[in-house]
Nanobody
Framework: QVQLVESGGGLVQAGDSLRLSCTAS????????VGWFRQAPGKAREFVAA????????YYADSVKGRFTISRDNAKNTVYLQMNSLKPEDTAVYYC?????????????????????WGQGTQVTVSS
């Protein structure tokens, strides 16, 4: 088990940037793949981006591809989500999740059921 804490959310204007952080404690964080998900009011939680344990693979939802970048610093037990060119439709609570997704499990990184460890979420609000 790892414990996850998100930070970096806030209120910004359309076109602005934010960087979210997901900091872990507990087990060896470098063994875990990490995904970012988001949930807008009245909508289901959706996948945003994921990064493998080895850092060599990343995966993005089409809606954020080219605008968001996921990265990790295992020495700091932290995964980042750099969000550029933010749009009002990016408004949501953003959650990070972690689990040991090895081999073929990585291909299900967009599925929230693959993750057993979740943070509490951080609010991102983008005004038009």
């Amino acid at each position: 088990q790892v414990q996850l804490v998100e930070s970096g959310g806030g209120l910004v204007q359309a076109g602005d940037s934010l960087r979210l952080s997901c900091t872990a404690s507990g087990r060896t964080f470098s063994d875990y793949a990490v995904g970012w998900f988001r949930q807008a009011p009245g909508k289901a939680r959706e996948f945003v981006a994921a990064i493998s344990w080895s850092v060599s693979m990343t995966y993005y939802a089409d809606s954020v591809k080219g605008r968001f970048t996921i990265s990790r610093d295992n020495a700091k037990n932290t995964v980042y989500l750099q969000m550029n060119s933010l749009k009002p439709e990016d408004t949501a609570v953003y959650y990070c999740a972690a689990d040991q997704l090895y081999g073929s499990s990585w291909f299900r990184a967009a599925e929230e059921t693959e993750y057993d460890n979740w943070g509490q979420g951080t609010q991102v609000t983008v005004s038009s």
